[in-house]
Every structure is written in structure tokens, then in C-alpha cells.
């Protein structure tokens, strides 16, 4: 099946900070959305982006599906920022795996003030 | 997007019993799926709850221990049977619009297995 590898496994950032995060798949993609698990393990949807760029706040992402990656960029960086970053992607193929979500393993994020 | 609840959001319990979770839309929707989130892992998909039909579970999920039902458009439980300490995990619904739409993930039920 698909593979979705993210990086980096973890980011540490000061409060004011800027960071990216990627996220690599490994076959052709329908769709790829980026999830933000709180501590409370609530997962919030924060880009539904199978191609292009988007942005909303001091989030952004964009996705190349031709060369298979998608950013996620976040601009100063907030303390209620932390949690876990989660990339998910629909794989193009068909098969078992198809209109199923993959999700990537996720970047932990911390923040410190 | 829809609103969606879990009931219960976390309980402790004694191994060898069950606990059923729902998940309640306050929509209609085509999709409705069932995760699993291992301690410091990622998400796993467990099964499709299919609205009149049995679900459809993926590779190392099976119905004796994962019993799934969906009897409308708006509502689904999974029941986890027989738990054992490694069923100690957060277990998430997410529902779609489409069968390759954006996916809005529930709160999720954290449970403990002693």
C-alpha cells in the first residue's frame, strides 16, 4: 500500500518562531488533508488540499502532487500550537485501499513561551 | 462541517469485559469509519460502518472482537469485546460526505484496560 512519511519526527520551537513540516507519499493521491491532534487528543481539520496552496491564519500548505509532497507552514508560533501534526492521503489506485485514509505518523510539536 | 459526539470520552476498564462506544452526527452523512489510536501511534482505520449492512473491516480487524453497527445515517457503536490491556488505545468515528471527502474526526473515547 501507500506510504505516507512525515518529517520532522519532532520539532521544538520558541514562542514567535516559524516552521515547516513535510510530508512524502509514496504513490499518486486523490485527496491529502492535514489534521492537528490537541493534547486532548481532538483532532482538528486544518487543510482539505489535494493540490495547490491554501492558506488560513497563520497557517498555509501547500501540496505538488506530481512530485508527491505536500508543506505545512506555520508563521509565529503559538504555545497552543503544540500538539501532534497528522498527514492523511486518499491513494489514487484503486483496491482495497481505495477511499481509505493513510495517515502519516505525525510531527510533534512543541512550543515553549 | 457536521457536529459529532462520542459517548463515553474515556473510561478505565477491567479486562476481560466490553464497552460499546457511539458516535452520534448531527447530520446525515455516506460515510462513517472507525479508528484506532495505539498509546503514541498513529491512527489505524478498524472498519466502514455501513448503514444497514455489516461493516467492512480492514486487515487485522475482525467482528467478534470489533462488533460494529450503524442502523441509520446519523449514528454508529463499536463494542470492543473481550479487552484485554492492549486494547487500552483512543478509538475515533470520522465521518465523510463522500467516499473521498474530507473526513471530520469525532472527540474521541480514551480507554484504559487494567
Known amino acids: 500500500g501507500i506510504q505516507v512519511e512525515q518529517s520532522p519526527p519532532d520539532l521544538i520551537l520558541q514562542e514567535g518562531a516559524n516552521s515547516t513540516l513535510r510530508c512524502n507519499f509514496s504513490?499518486?493521491?486523490?485527496?491529502l488533508q492535514w489534521f492537528h491532534q490537541n493534547p486532548w487528543g481532538q483532532l482538528i481539520n486544518l487543510f482539505y488540499?489535494?493540490?495547490g496552496t491554501k492558506q488560513n491564519g497563520r497557517l498555509s500548505a501547500t501540496t505538488v502532487a506530481t512530485e508527491r509532497y505536500s508543506l505545512l507552514y506555520i508563521s509565529s508560533s503559538q504555545t497552543t500550537d503544540s500538539g501532534v501534526y497528522f498527514c492523511?492521503?486518499?491513494?489514487?489506485?484503486?483496491?482495497?485501499?481505495?477511499?481509505?485514509?493513510?495517515f502519516g505518523q505525525g510531527t510533534i510539536l512543541t512550543v515553549h513561551p | 462541517s457536521a457536529v459529532i459526539s462520542q459517548k463515553p470520552s474515556r473510561d478505565i476498564c477491567q479486562r476481560g469485559t466490553s464497552l460499546t462506544i457511539q458516535c452520534q452526527v448531527d447530520?446525515?452523512?455516506?460515510?462513517m469509519f472507525w479508528y484506532r489510536q495505539q498509546p503514541g501511534q498513529s491512527l489505524t482505520l478498524i472498519a466502514t460502518?455501513?448503514?444497514?449492512?455489516?461493516?467492512?473491516?480492514e486487515s487485522g480487524f475482525v467482528i467478534d472482537k470489533f462488533p460494529i453497527s450503524r442502523p441509520n445515517l446519523t449514528f454508529s457503536t463499536l463494542t470492543v469485546s473481550n479487552m484485554s490491556p492492549e486494547d487500552s488505545s483512543i478509538y475515533l468515528c470520522?465521518?465523510?460526505?463522500?467516499?473521498?471527502?474530507?473526513?471530520?474526526f469525532g472527540p474521541g473515547t480514551r480507554l484504559t484496560v487494567l
Open positions: 447530520s446525515q452523512v455516506t460515510m
Open positions: 504513490d499518486s493521491v486523490n485527496n
Open positions: 488540499i489535494p493540490s
Open positions: 460502518a455501513n448503514q444497514g449492512s455489516e461493516a467492512t473491516y
Open positions: 470520522s465521518v465523510g460526505s463522500g467516499i473521498l471527502n474530507e473526513q471530520f
Open positions: 492523511a492521503v486518499y491513494p489514487r489506485a484503486g483496491g482495497t485501499s481505495y477511499g481509505k485514509l493513510t
